[in-house]
């Protein structure tokens, strides 16, 4: 019993021992230990914080809006920054977050604003290096707003002007691919639309607007997917021009035309399905045929490689190119350099079959003479083949040089319009314009009616002038004899008519 109660009491005392023993480490532990609380910034030294770099600040903030795709809010912060801090380092930044935003939005509001705050910031900050990338986006802002090769190509233009402003301007900018291929796919959409133009023309056997159209395909877009057709229409319209024509110069100038457009086939389109047609058409002109050139080559290669990857999505996406209306680029060429050069004067149907024209693609521009505007282009649409003669029978009249003495012009110049006896001289000055006077037996009996030096005079002047002249200076009871003149008169001179009419023969180009 005595053994029991001492064990209990070791035991009480070595469990007073252990309790002990862990409250004095605690406490030591907390000593060495102690928790550490943080301390807030006072409000004061926030903002003296926030205060430092405001600009920045504003900058950052503008930027997340726009990430959130909060474009309003973000330009906000922006001309804030820009109104408020006009010598910030982040100003040309600011101004440059505000043209993305407007592109970033999309829309055809946007993107025109876009354009024009891309162009204010290049006029404003031009030897930046973000001055390539606000050239390249001038031209994507028209590239998203194009349109179909049949409707309005205003936007396609502007995009071609401003790629073609970027690639001269900044050859070595890392946005070069890209915008080489934009403006591959930009002259596609421009090409086609010229083409479609071209071919309802050749349709409707209107040669001469159709040859007009297929000179600028042509000659512009070398890299067009569909100019090995426009060639061979081309071709056809120069061989019928040869079968229409009368003289042998004219036969064998037209006869090279067409060999040229056969040559630029087999070399620059080889693996095109007419290549081996205008082979067969150099061998019946007993003329050599060329070797494909070895660009060309690989060019179609790596288009047939494109198109033969892309097939399946091609046909995913052709039910929503029907509904849509912005172009489809998968024709397009994808390699090659396309064409820099700025579009030059406009070719006029008539001057493209003209004898003394040279052909297309071969530095053809206005060699022939504007003589027959319109009479050279009326009827070529009710013809199967095209009339080469009728611009030569109106030619000779407005080449040849007028003579000095017998001009009408400078028969008007005689003062006294009321008086009979001025003419007079400057009539038997001029001897040529008698037999003129003497043509038309209906002119001449009628101006026995009248006294005969006026009527003579009046007969002579009007011959070369006009029925107003001749209503000028003859009394009012010969009319007649004005009338008569009129019949006489010279036709007028298309030199001087509006351009707008002689630009691509009118009525012709237009077909609305």
């Known amino acids: ?7 209990k009491r070791h035991l009480l005392i070595a469990g007073i021992a252990i309790s002990l023993a862990g409250s004095l480490s605690g406490a030591s532990y907390g000593q060495k230990n102690p928790k550490i609380t943080k301390v807030k910034d006072p409000p004061v030294k926030k903002a003296a914080a926030e205060s430092a770099e405001p600009d920045k600040l504003l900058y950052e903030k503008a ?11 973000g330009r906000l912060d922006f001309q804030t920054l820009i109104n408020t801090y006009p010598d910030s380092e982040y100003l040309a930044k600011a101004k440059l977050g505000v043209a993305d935003s407007f592109y970033k939005e999309g829309g055809t509001s946007s993107l025109t604003q876009s354009i024009e705050e891309y162009k204010n910031f290049i006029v404003f900050f031009p030897f930046l290096d973000e001055a390539a990338y606000a050239q390249m986006q001038v031209g994507m802002a028209h590239y998203k707003l194009m349109e179909k090769a049949d409707r309005d190509n205003s936007h396609a233009e502007a995009a071609e002007d401003e790629f073609r402003t970027f690639l001269m301007k900044y050859p070595q900018s890392p ?44 000659g512009r877009y070398p890299l067009f997917s569909e100019n090995d057709e426009a060639f061979w229409m081309l071709a056809d319209v120069y061989q019928r021009a040869r079968t229409a024509s009368k003289n042998e110069d004219d036969k064998n100038h037209w006869a090279d035309l067409a060999a040229k457009c056969y040559d630029s086939i087999v070399q620059n389109y080889p693996a095109s399905s007419l290549a081996p047609l205008a082979k067969e058409r150099l061998k019946s002109m ?18 047939q490689m494109y198109q033969r990857d892309h097939r399946q ?22 390699s090659g350099t396309p064409n820099l050069a700025p579009p030059d004067e406009v070719v006029s149907a008539v001057d493209v079959l003209n004898p003394n024209a040279a052909g297309t693609s071969f530095n053809i521009r206005n060699a022939g003479s504007s003589a027959g505007a319109d009479t050279g282009a009326a009827g070529s649409a009710d013809s199967d083949s095209v009339d080469t003669d009728s611009t030569d029978s109106t030619a000779p009249a407005q080449a040849a040089p007028a003579p000095t003495a017998s001009t009408g012009a400078q028969i008007l110049e005689a003062p006294g319009a ?34 005969a030096p006026t009527a003579a005079t009046a007969t002579t002047t009007s ?32 030199s001087t008519e509006s351009t707008s009419k002689k630009k691509k023969g009118l009525h012709k180009i237009i077909p609305f």
């Open 313 to 334: 999505l091609a046909l995913v996406k052709m039910p929503l190119n029907m509904v849509k209306s912005s172009p489809d680029f998968s024709a397009a060429a994808r």
């Open 63 to 73: 930027m997340s809006e726009i990430k959130k795709a909060h474009y309003t809010e």
């Open 286 to 303: 007993n003329l050599p045929i060329p070797a494909p050139n070895p660009d060309a080559v690989s060019r179609m290669k790596q288009q």
């Open 175 to 218: 946005f070069v691919p890209q915008a080489e291929q934009s403006m591959r796919n930009v002259q596609e959409v421009l090409a086609e639309g010229e083409y479609g133009i071209a071919r309802f023309y050749y349709m409707k056997k209107d040669y001469r607007a159709s040859a007009a159209r297929l000179f600028e395909v042509t």
């Open 1 to 7: 019993m005595g053994l029991f109660l001492m064990n």
């Open 418 to 451: 009321g008086s009979t006896a001025a003419p007079a001289p400057a009539a038997a000055d001029a001897p040529a314009p008698a037999p003129a006077a003497a043509d038309p037996p209906a002119a001449a009996e009628t101006v026995v009616n009248s006294t």
């Open 463 to 494: 011959s070369q002038s006009g029925a107003s002249t001749a209503s000028s200076s003859q009394p009012a009871g010969s009319t007649a004899t004005a009338s008569g003149a009129q019949a006489q008169a010279a036709p007028a001179d298309s």
